[in-house]
């Protein structure tokens, strides 16, 4: 497992305005993907963040929207962009590393971060 | 697409009793693995279990243990000797091509 610290842990934002959100692992990891969770609901997949390439995005989801950066191997941002009441979440990263066959099956979460939009 | 059941949205178990937690899912492939995962109000996601689906053994970790049925595609927990700490949402999850898939949660209460 590893250490992950997610920044900021909560924020309350405006409508229109774009928050990034830092995703900080102990140790190097293979990948590092980015879900989202609504209210009352389960995790849903936003994409899998690549170091050296850019993001995988799920389906629903694009890159003007939620662009993702991964500079390093202990590294991620999420930013959500154009806030809307809608993107109201919490805003989870996780990581998990490359054990060779099926690879990336075991994943380790950050602690989250809960955003509000008004 | 996979797709991940939980029916029980809510459930309670007396402290010291057992409870199990139902999920099922549904996919095509033959190669996969299943984990429970518990998220207190910390809001923290913590591995709870795991099962590769190639091994017929059922996973267990301590007071928690799983009923893997294959053929059925049904995945449930069992937690022995409830804990107060136990309290919070338990998610099924499923991970094939590469893509880990969450079921809807059971949100378990431990009635002291």
């Known amino acids: 497992s590893a250490v992950i610290s997610q920044k900021p842990s909560r924020d309350i934002c405006q409508r229109g305005t774009s928050l990034t959100i830092q995703c900080q692992v102990d140790?190097?990891?293979?990948?590092m993907f980015w879900y989202r969770q609504q209210p009352g609901q389960s995790l849903t997949l936003i994409a899998t963040a690549n170091q050296g390439s850019e993001a995988t995005y799920e389906s629903g989801f694009v890159i003007d929207k939620f662009p993702i950066s991964r500079p390093n191997l202990t590294f991620s941002t999420l930013t959500v962009s154009n806030m809307s009441p809608e993107d109201s979440s919490i805003y989870l990263c996780?990581?998990?590393?490359?054990?060779?066959?099926?690879?990336?099956?075991?994943?380790?979460f950050g602690p989250g971060t809960r955003l509000t939009v008004l | 697409a996979q797709t991940v059941t939980q029916s029980q949205p809510e459930m309670s178990v007396q402290e010291a009793e057992t409870v199990t937690l139902s999920c099922t899912y549904d996919t095509s492939e033959s190669d996969y693995y299943l984990f429970w995962y518990k998220q207190p109000p910390s809001r923290q996601m913590i591995l709870v279990i795991r099962?590769?689906?190639?091994?017929?053994q059922n996973a267990t970790e301590n007071r928690f243990s799983v009923n893997f049925q294959k053929a059925a595609k049904s995945f449930s927990l069992k937690i022995s000797d409830s804990q107060l700490g136990d309290a919070a949402m338990y998610f099924c999850a499923y991970f094939g091509n590469e893509k880990l898939t969450f079921g809807t949660g059971t949100r378990l209460t431990i009635i002291p």
């Open positions: 140790s190097q990891v293979t990948m």
């Open positions: 099962q590769e689906a190639y091994k017929q």
């Open positions: 996780s990581v998990a590393w490359d054990r060779g066959y099926s690879s990336y099956n075991e994943q380790f």
